[in-house]
């Protein structure tokens, strides 16, 4: 009997290493090997990205001609998940794309503090803040990202307005939209809240005309006093947008991407929050209703005292690895990522806002001339500030308080609560 | 259990010899018959296990093993505490979570919708057995919706109930107000069941016409001859000499409606609005990779695992009952 189980042990032994085997995943040979770096990001595999990644390759190729750089596109709605499961497991890329803000802030912990690798770029490129953390830098800003309120010009032509003098203050923004409405059958905003993001951007684009500068500052700061008139107001006005009919209907099952762009690209509403950099921006809007017509205008003011800013941020940058073998190297390659010539191809093939100052965006019509003046005095924007968490939560909120099942003071004090905690 | 009882002669002998001719090659030769006879026996008694470990360390290494690691990760911290002990805190979490307990209420509602998506390719099929005009035709376009992919079906009809789609202008071509299909929390969740119905109902409708293929058409015609009316064959014939297949469409289609919903929310709500159309795997998804929460999704996987367990169960018990009825 027990040289029985002896026998049956033995037999069985290699079957089970070879089972534990197999269910020990890939080899780790990914990342960490001599002379390769693994960047992972979600764009490399885009045609408009195809030069930027060539010019990046041929800068970094000249300093460090014996690494090899592969980049492994991933598709970006895993992209997180992904990465999320490579940095549970301490192995993956070496260096790898974020998006500025919350996304980078909750997986600091995986990454390179790297102001001392990236000194030299501090004054060039702009957008750090989105990337900066508790004091340290864990990624180096490729684009620009920001929330212009854009408009139709031709539809405020169409309505009689002047389209180079649009609204300064929230009345005669209204009496605006209710004059296009009338001539033009134009909605007065495209919003698409069903993935949640829409209150993101009216929050970020309409909050400069709402918040007072010093309000402004300590919100991004940190210090954020949910209760205050100004920040309810955001959300009253959030409200009353929808009440007195200024969106498309069915907000909240309007995909912002691209549904509520598509609105604003046929012509059906009159102004946009959208983007700067990617898609939902300039050079979309200006393919469909003309370059010439797309108008960027300062949020129009609600409070007196506020100062109407460009809200913007790091858009996307590249950050490395705790795990890498070789840091500097892998920062070298950031670098690279990040040089003048890398980000001009950026700029002309993709139509985004790059993070380096040095480039001439005066070539690329009235309103990506408009965006660039406006950066020197932009500031960070006001929901890239929060935790994934408060924005999950403020984006199901967002939905109640259009369908009217929580009020502004219930939301405000859950959202509170939330921020408080993170 | 075959262990240690005498083997028939062909196959479990056949199994030891080739196991034992490796050994056999690097003996010496002297003895080798006598030898072969006790390492026969030896086989023989072997060969059960050598049978059956595949499976075993198939389902011991790629199943067991991870849902234990997975429980016992679930007891773990995210973000600053990973790694740390912190106990039964992410069940704490996750109770307290509207999402996740709406979730399990949705789970709730599917369970008190399976009588609807068993009962609709049910109706069909029994329409199709009795041959109502055109019932070849139905056969066919019925299954079509099975072979698309969740992704497809969801693009589809979330052009079909946008707020301006198709379904709003028929319901104002009839006189009736808009409805936000996919944007109102109270219809959301039954539009996406009513249209997973609508992509699944023809597995289902295949399962009940081969139930109907071995009922006993003498018996309708008896009933017939006897007068009954339709309505009455249906509830007196048909049904009850379909029970077994009703039961297990019931448990497949349970299963499919707690596990395949994913690429349907994911496509056509994100589980909003308002939350109202998470499920649990969707929480689950949710929670790992864009809330970077993985230990507190192993927490609700768990959870989930422990629903599925009690359903599953049932089922089991449901089948098993069947079973004894014939």
């Known amino acids: 009997m027990k040289r029985r189980a002896l026998w049956s042990t033995a037999l069985i032994a290699p079957l089970a290493l070879y089972g534990c085997g197999s269910a020990a995943g890939p080899d780790s040979s990914e990342g960490g090997e001599e002379g390769t770096l693994v960047v992972w990001d979600w764009k490399s595999a885009d045609a408009t990205a195809e030069s930027y990644i060539e010019q990046a390759k041929a800068d970094f190729a000249e300093k460090h001609p014996d690494v090899e750089v592969e980049f492994v596109a991933q598709p970006f709605d895993q992209y997180y998940n992904l990465l999320g499961t490579a940095i549970q497991t301490g192995e993956g890329p070496d260096v790898m794309l974020f998006n500025g803000g919350g996304q980078l802030r909750d997986r600091t912990d995986a990454l390179l503090p790297l102001e001392e690798y990236l000194a030299e770029d501090m004054e060039r490129l702009a957008g750090w803040e989105a990337f900066s953390d508790g004091g340290h830098v864990y990624a180096a800003p490729v684009t620009l990202q920001g929330h212009p309120l854009y408009y139709n010009k031709a539809l405020y032509e169409e309505a009689g307005l002047d389209p180079e003098a649009p609204a300064a203050t929230w009345e005669e923004f209204l009496a605006d939209c209710a004059q296009i409405e009338e001539a033009t059958g134009a909605d007065c905003f495209a919003l698409g809240n069903k993935e949640g993001y829409g209150i993101q951007f009216f929050m970020s684009g309409l909050g400069p005309g709402i918040l007072t500068p010093d309000e402004y500052d300590a919100w991004t700061a940190g210090d954020r006093d949910w209760t205050s008139p100004g920040v309810k107001k955001i959300f009253e006005l959030w409200v009353e947008a929808e009440t007195a009919g200024l969106n498309n209907d069915g907000v909240n099952s309007t995909a912002m991407f691209n549904d509520e762009f598509a609105l604003f690209d046929a012509g059906d509403a009159a102004h946009v929050v959208g983007l700067m950099s990617d898609v939902g921006h300039w050079k979309e809007f200006g393919e469909f209703i003309g370059a010439d017509n797309v108008g960027v205008m300062p949020a129009p003011l609600v409070g007196p005292e506020a100062a109407p800013v460009l809200p913007y941020d790091g858009g996307i940058g590249y950050g490395v690895a705790e795990w890498t073998a070789d840091p500097a190297l892998a920062a070298d390659l950031v670098r690279s990522l990040t040089s003048t010539a890398a980000l001009e191809a950026f700029y002309a093939d993709a139509g985004a806002i790059a993070s380096d100052t040095t480039i001439d965006a005066s070539g690329s019509g009235p309103a990506a001339a408009a965006i660039v003046g406006q950066i020197p005095t932009g500031k960070p924007a006001l929901h890239v500030a929060l935790s994934a968490e408060t924005l999950e939560l403020m984006g199901r909120l967002s939905q109640q308080l259009l369908s009217g099942s929580v009020t502004v003071d219930d939301a405000l004090a859950q959202l509170a609560e939330s921020d408080g905690a993170a | ?326």
């Open chain 2, 1 to 326: 259990m075959p262990v240690g009882r005498r083997p028939p002669p062909a196959g479990p002998a056949a199994v030891g010899t080739a196991g034992g001719t490796a050994h056999a090659a690097v003996r010496t030769a002297p003895g080798r018959r006598r030898r072969t006879n006790g390492r026969f026996a030896r086989a023989d008694r072997l060969a059960p296990y050598v049978l059956v470990a595949p499976a075993v360390l198939i389902i011991a290494g790629l199943r067991l093993y991870p849902l234990a690691l997975g429980v016992n990760f679930s007891f773990t911290g995210d973000g600053d505490r990973n790694g740390q002990n912190v106990g039964l805190d992410n069940y704490a979490a996750l109770f307290d979570d509207p999402l996740f307990t709406a979730s399990l209420r949705n789970v709730g509602l599917l369970v008190l919708l399976l009588p609807v998506a068993v009962a609709v390719p049910g109706l069909l099929a029994t329409f199709i057995y009795l041959k109502v005009p055109g019932h070849r035709v139905y056969r066919s376009v019925y299954f079509f919706p099975a072979v698309l992919s969740p992704v497809i079906i969801g693009a589809v009809f979330n052009l079909l109930l946008a707020f301006d789609g198709p379904a709003n202008s028929l319901l104002g071509a009839v006189g009736l107000g808009p409805i936000d299909w996919l944007g109102d929390p109270g219809t959301a969740m039954y539009a996406v069941v009513g249209v997973h119905i609508w992509a699944t109902f023809g597995m289902g409708l295949v399962v009940f016409l081969a139930g109907f293929a071995t009922l006993d058409a003498s018996l309708i015609d008896a009933a017939r001859v006897d007068g009954a009316s339709l309505p009455k064959v249906v509830r007196h014939v048909v049904v009850p000499g379909l029970s077994r297949t009703v039961q297990f469409v019931v448990v497949t289609t349970m299963i499919g409606m707690l596990t395949s919903m994913f690429g349907l929310l994911y496509v056509m709500t994100g589980g909003g609005p308002e939350g109202s159309t998470y499920l649990p795997e969707y929480y689950i998804w949710f929670q790992q990779g864009q809330m970077s929460r993985p230990a507190l999704a192993s927490a609700a996987s768990t959870v989930l695992f422990g629903v599925m367990l009690v359903v599953g169960m049932l089922q089991l018990a449901i089948l098993r009952r069947s079973g004894r009825e014939d």
